[in-house]
């Protein structure tokens, strides 16, 4: 069984560009989640998806958004991007929205300039 | 909100030696999940628990759940050089969603 895959998994981008990040759940997989890792903050849940809706959103501001399509393929999109949202990017699926195991794909680094 | 408190933050040990490492929080948790994550890659989950007192192994690595529902613990027996790398702890913050908070992490450092 294929993980969790996202795509890309480098980016650089300038300040003020936006940027669509993909993830591929497991299949079978509903409920896709997203994380930002930093340094500095560590690992923080940015919002998760099931079934094609937002359940739990993270404190972020509102340049931080996302989606996913009746496949489970979740897309998250950063808008007007700044230096600060550089940091590892990751998804999570599950195969339901609650208690349940949480994998990882590897990642995506985005590095803004 | 929630926080999860891991120690310690950073181990050096020789190959072959055992470790303990633990998790605590404020809050009552329904899950704990420990995972591993190495260099540039996404965190791999490791064990999960799902009631008070349960104690669950993988391979070398046991896992408990506290009875108290705020804490959890993590040994790893006769380390090997692969074990080196980030062990993070994560529960739910809210009851039936997928919303983790993540511990501090513990860095694994092993010296052959």
């Known amino acids: 069984k294929a993980g969790v895959t996202q795509t890309p998994r480098y980016l650089i981008k300038t300040r003020g560009q936006q940027v669509t990040l993909s993830c591929s759940p497991i299949?079978?997989?509903?409920?896709v989640s997203w994380y930002q890792q930093t340094p500095g903050q560590g690992l923080q849940f940015l919002f998760e998806?099931?079934?094609?809706?937002?359940?739990n959103k993270g404190n972020f501001p509102g340049r931080f958004s996302g989606r996913q399509f009746s496949n489970s393929r979740s897309e998250m999109n950063v808008s007007t991007l700044e230096l600060g949202d550089s940091a590892l990017y990751l998804c999570?699926?599950?195969?339901?929205?609650?208690?349940?195991?949480?994998?990882f794909g590897q990642g995506t680094r985005l590095t803004v300039v | 909100g929630q926080q999860l408190n891991q120690s310690p933050q950073s181990m050096f040990i020789q190959e072959g030696e055992d470790v303990s490492m633990n998790c605590t929080s404020s809050?009552?948790?329904?899950?704990w999940l420990w995972y591993k994550q190495d260099p540039g890659e996404g965190p791999v989950l490791l064990i999960a628990?799902?009631?008070?007192?349960e104690l669950t192994s993988n391979g070398r690595l046991t896992a408990q759940f506290g009875i108290t529902r705020k804490d959890s613990f993590l040994n790893i027996s006769a380390s090997i050089p692969s074990d080196v790398g980030i062990y993070f702890c994560?529960?739910?913050?809210?009851?039936?969603?997928?919303?983790?908070?993540f511990g501090q992490g513990t860095r694994l450092t092993i010296n052959p």
């Open positions: 998806y099931f079934s094609e809706t937002q359940r």
């Open positions: 809050s009552i948790f329904n899950t």
């Open positions: 994560a529960g739910p913050t809210i009851r039936g969603a997928q919303k983790l908070v």
């Open positions: 628990l799902y009631k008070a007192g």
């Open positions: 299949s079978g997989h509903r409920s």
């Open positions: 999570a699926s599950s195969i339901r929205s609650e208690n349940t195991e949480a994998f």
